[in-house]
Nanobody
Framework: QVQLVESGGGSVQAGGSLRLSCAASGLSYSLFCMGWFRQAPGKEREGVAGISMTGIPTYYADFVKGRFTISRDNAKNTLYLQMNDLKPEDTAMYYC???????????????????????WGQGTQVTVSS
């Protein structure tokens, strides 16, 4: 059974930092591209960042470029999201997701789409106060 378990969320003031983790089990982790998504109340879920099977390349939504960094440790089956300079608009539930590799170049074009992902975690809440 595939499990993705997020952790590291919490409450922080604007300008602060958090590091999210996502522990994966029940799948061949190194064969999956991984992504972080978020969903704020009343809004649709949106892609935040994506990372290929090997860790390179990475992809970011424009609204987090320069502030967030996605990384992975394939030896530990763990995905990370380092979030710096947090803003109140970053407040959301953050989810990690796993996408089975589907061919050369596929992930780069499809990473922000929820339909690209086969497995999802339950989420971790991030709240940023002004």
């Amino acid at each position: 059974q595939v499990q993705l378990v997020e952790s590291g969320g919490g409450s922080v003031q604007a300008g602060g930092s958090l590091r999210l983790s996502c522990a994966a089990s029940g799948l061949s982790y190194s064969l999956f591209c991984m992504g972080w998504f978020r969903q704020a109340p009343g809004k649709e879920r949106e892609g935040v960042a994506g990372i290929s099977m090997t860790g390179i390349p990475t992809y970011y939504a424009d609204f987090v470029k320069g502030r967030f960094t996605i990384s992975r440790d394939n030896a530990k089956n763990t995905l990370y999201l380092q979030m710096n300079d947090l803003k109140p608009e970053d407040t959301a539930m953050y989810y990690c997701a796993a996408a089975r590799y589907s061919g050369i170049g596929w992930y780069g074009s499809n990473w922000p789409s929820q339909r690209s992902y086969n497995h999802w975690g339950q989420g971790t809440q991030v709240t940023v106060s002004s």
